[in-house]
């Protein structure tokens, strides 16, 4: 049964940093291109970062420069490395894997940044 984990959510005040992983339970997982979502109460999800499977790396606009998205193949994780967090990146933080007729979703992990 396909799994994804997520952890590394809490919460942290403005301007601090956190660092999201994601453990995937995917045959071939090092095939699947990822990607970190999230949704805020009352909010629509929204694309965060993605990596595809041949390391191509694409962002919001909302988080270029102050997130890192990575992948280590041979762990089966991926990761999501976020400074200069602002009040505004308050939400539930979802990892995703797809490829061709396959698409999964992890449970989430939230992030709360406030005073």
């Known amino acids: 049964q396909v799994q994804l984990v997520e952890s590394g959510g809490g919460w942290v005040q403005p301007g601090g940093s956190l660092k999201l992983s994601c453990l995937a339970s995917i045959r071939s997982f090092s095939f699947y291109d990822m990607g970190w979502y999230r949704q805020a109460p009352g909010k629509q999800r929204e694309l965060v970062a993605a990596i595809t499977s041949g390391f191509t790396t694409n962002y919001a606009d909302f988080v270029k420069g102050r997130f890192t998205i990575s992948r280590d193949n041979d762990k089966n994780t991926m990761y999501l490395r976020m400074n200069s967090l602002e009040p505004e990146d308050t939400a539930i933080y979802y990892c995703?894997?797809?490829?061709?007729?396959?698409?999964?979703w992890g449970r989430g992990t939230q992030v709360t940044v406030s005073s």
């Open positions: 995703n894997a797809r490829r061709t007729n396959y698409n999964y």
